[in-house]
């Protein structure tokens, strides 16, 4: 069973370009989750979407962050006009079912550093 | 605002012995679970634990939880050098959504 997949694993972005960060859930699981992790500090949430449905977006900036989970294809995080302060590690996590009672699978995570 | 507090933040050891890490909830937790993330890795969940007192052990590792489900406990016994890594604890957000991560305790060992 293929776990959380994520790509890419390092991305690399100038000033004011825009990053797309995939993720693809465990097979079986509907519910994502997408987390921030500055270096030593916890796992930040940032979003939480079914398929196709933006359930809870409190943890993202209001502007330049965006989530989808289509019908079809891998939930992508879009980061628009990237700034130094971007760079972290992005964690997805996916689970069977309803959230906080269930534990997360988490993916390797995306590394963005920003030029 | 909800927060998980652990501390310490670090700690060293030396192989063999005993490690002690603790968690803080603001809030009362429906439950809450452990997660240990090696270094350069990704979260890999440990446990939940739902019942208060609650005391669920894997191996060397003892997991507790606090009758007021507002605080818990992971004791590792004769620590190995696999043990490295930072564990968190979570538990559910107020909204009912994701989750809420302490920060972590970072635990190095040295042989």
């Known amino acids: 069973n293929a776990g959380v997949m994520q790509n890419p694993r390092h991305l690399v972005r100038r000033r004011g370009q825009e990053a797309r960060l995939r993720c693809s859930p465990m097979k079986g699981h509907s519910h994502v989750y997408w987390y921030r992790q500055l270096p030593e500090e916890g796992l930040k949430f940032m979003v939480y979407l079914q398929k196709e449905n933006i359930i809870d977006e409190s943890g993202m900036p209001k502007e330049r962050f965006s989530a989808e989970f289509p019908k079809e294809g891998p939930s992508i995080l879009r980061i628009q006009q990237v700034v130094r302060g971007d760079s972290a590690a992005y964690f997805c996590?996916?689970?069977?079912?309803?959230?906080?009672?269930?534990?997360?699978?988490f993916g390797d995570g995306t590394r963005l550093s920003i030029l | 605002g909800q927060q998980v507090m652990q501390i310490p933040q670090y700690q060293h050891v030396q192989e063999g012995e005993d490690f002690t890490t603790y968690c803080n909830s603001s809030t009362t937790l429906s439950n809450i679970q452990w997660y240990k993330q090696r270094p350069g890795g990704h979260p890999v969940f440990l446990i939940q634990l739902v019942k208060s007192g609650e005391v669920k052990k894997q191996k060397r590792l003892t997991f507790q939880f606090g009758e007021a489900k507002k605080n818990s406990s992971l004791h590792i016994t004769a620590t190995q050098t696999t043990d490295v890594g930072t564990y968190f604890c979570a538990g559910p957000r107020q909204a009912g959504t994701a989750l809420i991560f302490g920060k972590g305790t970072t635990l190095s060992v040295s042989s």
């Open positions: 996590a996916s689970s069977p079912g309803a959230p906080g009672g269930q534990p997360q699978h």
